[in-house]
């Protein structure tokens, strides 16, 4: 375990815990699987990465677009002709 004194309070120490691994285990499970992997699948898992980055990109654009347009969506919406359609 570190420890170090205050400067101004020698009586006092501080005790900082080791250096925990900035990976989890999870994580490292999966790092060490990659690490196992032949050369060319290494650019098969790249790619899947690429697409799963993507992918996510694409749902938050069109979330976000989604939620920018219910404003102007609104005044078409919430209207007494429709209603008849809204109990449905």
Same mark, same amino acid.
């Given at each position: 375990?570190?420890?170090r004194?205050? +400067?101004n309070a020698p009586s006092i120490r501080l005790y900082l815990p080791p250096? +925990? =691994?900035p990976m =989890?285990?999870?994580d490292q499970v999966l790092f060490d699987k990659i690490k196992q992997l032949p050369p060319q699948r290494l650019a098969e898992v790249e790619d899947f990465v690429d697409f799963l980055r993507t992918r996510e990109n694409e749902q938050r654009l069109a979330l976000a677009a989604a939620k920018a347009s219910e404003a102007s969506f609104a005044?078409?919406?919430d209207n007494d002709d429709d209603a008849a359609y809204d109990r449905m």
């Open positions: 375990m570190d420890s004194t205050f +400067a250096r +925990a =691994n =989890n285990a999870p005044q078409v919406w």
